[in-house]
């Protein structure tokens, strides 16, 4: 089977702008989740989609935000970029029922300059 | 909630070295726990996870038991290789079950 799959693998961006970033998940996976990784503040949980739904949402403003389709595509966007969002963005799919078991993805590194 | 702490690398080691990397754990009920690591450059494997107390996972030469009694999930290999520098990541599931809780990491990195 194929693996998670990101898309763009690199971003630039300035201030003020907005991103999308996209996630396709294994195939079979509906359960997609998304993490920033900094090198300052680690691995933390952005939310989890499944079946087009919002499962569970980590500690961020509401500048960022997800949606999935019904081919359990993900896409994440980040309105008015900040320097502090620059990171590494990881996303991870996992069968509904072993929603602890995740797969990630190789991420999307955004800059914001 | 539930927290991870692992040790502060880097850890260097020689070839055929044994490696202990210490994580610990604080939860609320039964995670589920996991190492994961990460290669320069990519994104996250899984290398093994453990899902009740006294739970053995091993994978590549790699193990760590689910301690309860200790709250630990420490990574273990007796022969270390140069291709197992990477970064390694302790972690155990919310309280909820719904998301995965990553430690700091540890950076080994292994000379000839």
């Known amino acids: 089977k194929a693996g998670v799959t990101q898309t763009p693998r690199y971003l630039i961006k300035t201030r003020g702008q907005q991103v999308t970033l996209s996630c396709s998940p294994i195939?079979?996976?509906?359960?997609v989740s998304w993490y920033q990784q900094t090198p300052g503040q680690g691995l933390q949980f952005l939310f989890e989609?499944?079946?087009?739904?919002?499962?569970n949402k980590g500690n961020f403003p509401g500048r960022f935000s997800g949606r999935q389709f019904s081919n359990s595509r993900s896409e994440m966007n980040v309105s008015t970029l900040e320097l502090g969002d620059s990171a590494l963005y990881l996303c991870?799919?996992?069968?509904?029922?072993?929603?602890?078991?995740?797969?990630f993805g190789p991420g999307t590194r955004l800059t914001v300059l | 909630g539930n927290s991870v702490t692992q040790m502060e690398g880097p850890v260097t080691l020689s070839e055929e070295a044994f490696l202990t990397i210490n994580c610990t754990y604080t939860?609320?009920?039964?995670?589920?726990l996991f190492w994961y690591v990460q290669y320069p450059g990519e994104g996250l494997q899984l290398l093994l996870k453990?899902?009740?107390?006294?739970d053995k996972g091993s994978n590549k030469g790699f193990e760590a038991t689910y301690r309860k009694e200790t709250t630990s999930f420490h990574l273990e290999k007796g022969s270390v290789q140069v291709s197992d520098s990477a970064v390694y990541f302790c972690?155990?599931?919310?309280?909820?079950?719904?998301?995965?809780?990553f430690g700091k990491g540890t950076t080994l990195s292994v000379s000839s």
């Open positions: 989609y499944f079946s087009e739904t919002q499962r």
């Open positions: 195939s079979g996976h509906r359960s």
């Open positions: 972690a155990l599931t919310n309280q909820a079950g719904t998301a995965l809780i």
């Open positions: 453990a899902t009740k107390a006294d």
């Open positions: 939860a609320t009920g039964y995670p589920s």
């Open positions: 991870a799919s996992s069968l509904s029922q072993q929603r602890g078991t995740q797969y």
